[in-house]
């Protein structure tokens, strides 16, 4: 990863970093980013010196063909650690287990406390559980993280990225120590994970939504969904209104000739 995709994405995009003093130099800590574009699981491990473990969804692992095994290779290389998000409550388990066991040996852990990517470049409610759980559980601290227009370089969909500065902002490392022992308090968990939202937030300087970003991207499915049902049932309105006017238009026309047929055969010697 280091040498062979962090290389050339320093010198290709010149990412700029301001708290790179706040990384330890050793020991477990956990980073906590916002998460804008996939690009965001590279950007970050490529500027720093030590080796950061992300956990990514199962898929990536596990997509037949060549450009499963591809991608499979790619995500084993860097240290990725592959999560079955088929169940909810399972996946949650298996990221904080993942993240635990990463702390525990003393390496860095990355984590997206909104769960999933910014439909729309906001920042959005973080979830509660993940991030709090594995914090409250190690003790690490947590360097709330802000990726600065990656969501320019590389939008949803969008396969080949645009060449422009991404920004990366890393904050001074949050202790909850005060909190251990109460990892399954609901309420404690909220707190953490509001805490770090917040320094996030400031690192960013994004607009911040107090909703699940899962829940706006079905929110904006569902109006895709029905924007273009509108938009078809539009479509055949027209085509009804079209036929009717075709069908009136021919009625009249045969009235017509059939007028004046009869006004010819009237004026006939």
Do not use: C
């Not at 692992?61 to 450009?67: D, I, L, S």
């Amino acid at each position: 990863m280091k040498v062979a995709v962090g290389g050339p994405l320093k010198v290709a995009f010149r990412p700029w970093v301001e708290g790179l003093e706040n990384v330890p130099a050793e020991g477990p800590a956990i980073l906590a980013s916002n998460h804008l574009s996939f690009s965001d699981s590279f950007f970050l491990p490529a500027v720093l010196d030590r080796k950061v473990t992300f956990i990514a969804k199962a898929e990536y692992f596990t997509t037949p063909g060549v450009k499963g095994r591809l991608t499979a290779a790619f995500f084993k290389g860097v240290g990725q650690l592959p999560v079955d998000r088929s169940g909810a409550r399972g996946a949650g388990e298996a990221a904080i287990k993942s993240g635990i066991e990463v702390l525990e040996r003393g390496e860095l852990f990355g984590i997206y406390p909104e769960g999933t990517r910014s439909p729309d470049g906001r920042l959005y409610r973080g979830k509660p559980g993940g991030l709090a759980r594995v914090a409250l559980a190690t003790g690490a601290p947590v360097l709330p993280v802000a990726m600065i227009d990656t969501e320019k370089i590389q939008p949803p969909g969008k396969v080949v990225p645009k060449l422009m500065r991404p920004g990366i902002r890393i904050g001074k490392p949050l202790d909850f120590s005060r909190y251990q022992g109460m990892e399954h308090d609901r309420f404690v968990l909220r707190a953490v994970t509001d805490e770090v939202m917040y320094e996030i937030m400031k690192l960013s300087g994004q607009e911040y939504v107090d909703m699940y970003a899962t829940a706006m991207k079905r929110q904006l499915a569902e109006a895709a969904k029905a924007d273009k049902e509108a938009e078809k049932a539009a479509k055949a309105a027209l085509a009804r209104a079209e036929k009717e006017q075709a069908q009136k238009e021919k009625a009249e026309k045969e009235k017509a000739e059939k007028d004046q047929q009869t006004e010819q055969r009237r004026t006939e010697p």
